[in-house]
């Protein structure tokens, strides 16, 4: 395969790779907008550029796409796609209607090395990084699969893997999604979900095109971080929470911080109490996460009542915080559930050939 895959070029990338092939610079913007704003893949289709440069295009590059290997559709309307990449490995993406708006969740990594104790996408390890292409491939699947082309949509990097371990893929697509020619994503509209990479954050503070941000804190002392989430090992909570510190979020936004509840072992009042203490002087605010239960998970999901009262404790000390309602449980598109066919049901050799490239 010699090709390019036009799908991984931003706009600047396309205009230079017109320019040395000798046509102008301007047929990258008409490019820009047939793939990324109206999906089509097929340079034939692209009516208003010249008979001979389609031949010249098609001859030079190849527009990758993403393939949808199988689509589910939960009760509650949440859709999970399994898609096949180009060399065959499989990632998950998800659409969760009116949460209030429609959401797109999209993974960043095949699998994750984080690793994460009740994370079911941890237990596959990371497999490899995804490209721009690849990640803003997710976007173009889900808007032509769904009709949505016309439609507004927010973005969260919730689905497989660490974003900030993939930082300049994530940021490539982030600015993809951003141009104007393509869907013209506002980055108000994206939240990137993070663990906590430190030096990726003090990297992503200084972005211009600057995301909503998430942080997976599910704990409130470093031992009890250090537990569940390894990366805290080397990267401390206390850290972590300065970074937040210094994090320039915008006049009326806030740090969304996400908290997985697990029965008896970070879902006490004591630890509901630990958590306001820990966001002070942090424009924060809590989402907790019931456990979503799944087998090989070594923890239980609190019963409602105790998800209720530690929201209100939080909330009674002035700290805005939501339940996460799981979406898509019975498809298993819930947080922490992605995990592909792979990993999930084949035997050793299966999972081997499913990693060799497909011919
Ligand atoms: N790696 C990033 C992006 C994944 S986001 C991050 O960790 O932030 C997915 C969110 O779901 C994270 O907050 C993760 O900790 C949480 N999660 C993982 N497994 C879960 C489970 N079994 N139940 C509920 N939430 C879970």
């Known amino acids: 395969m010699y090709s390019h895959d036009l799908a991984e070029l931003d706009l600047a990338e396309l205009e230079q790779s017109l320019e040395s092939m000798g046509h102008p610079r301007f047929h990258a913007r008409q490019l820009y907008q047939w793939v990324h704003k109206r999906a089509v893949t097929d340079f034939a289709e692209m009516t208003d550029l010249g008979r001979e440069l389609r031949a010249s295009l098609a001859g030079a590059f190849r ?67 995804l490209t721009a292409g690849e990640i803003v491939g997710q976007v173009r699947v889900l808007t032509r699969e769904l009709s949505m082309l016309q439609s507004r949509f927010n973005i969260v990097l919730m689905g497989m893997g660490e974003p900030l371990h993939n930082y300049d893929a994530v940021m490539k697509a982030l600015r993809m999604l951003n141009d104007e020619h393509g869907l013209a994503v506002n980055p108000r509209r994206v939240t990137l979900s993070t663990v906590g990479v430190l030096p990726a954050l003090e990297r992503l503070a200084t972005e211009p095109l600057m995301p909503n ?30 970074a937040c510190r210094r994090f320039p979020v915008k006049r ?65 000390r002035g700290v805005t915080v939501s339940v996460r309602k799981s979406r898509g449980r019975d498809i298993r598109a819930a947080c922490g559930q992605l995990i592909t066919e792979s990993a999930r049901q084949k035997t050793p050799a299966q999972q081997l050939a499913a990693m060799l490239p497909i011919s």
């Open 63 to 129: 527009i990758v796409t993403p393939e949808v290997v199988r689509k589910e559709i939960s009760s509650d309307g949440t859709t999970k796609f399994l898609l096949r990449l180009e060399d065959g490995h499989l990632i998950e993406s998800v659409f969760i209607p009116d949460t209030p708006a429609n959401t797109f969740c999209l993974s960043t990594q095949v699998g994750c090395a984080m690793k994460c104790g009740f994370c079911l996408t941890g237990k596959m390890g990371i497999i490899r990084n």
């Open 213 to 242: 941000l998430a942080i997976s804190l599910h704990a409130t002392t470093e031992d009890q971080r250090d537990a569940l989430v390894p990366i805290n090992r080397k990267y401390g909570l206390k850290e972590l929470l300065d």
């Open 252 to 316: 009326r936004e806030r740090i969304t911080f996400e908290y997985v509840m697990l029965k008896d072992v970070n879902d006490t009042d004591e630890d509901a109490r630990g958590l306001v203490r820990l966001l002070n002087g942090i424009k924060a605010k809590v989402n907790l996460l019931p456990l979503n239960e799944a087998a090989g998970i070594p923890y239980e999901r609190p019963s409602d009542a105790r998800v209720n009262r530690f929201a209100k404790i939080v909330a009674d």
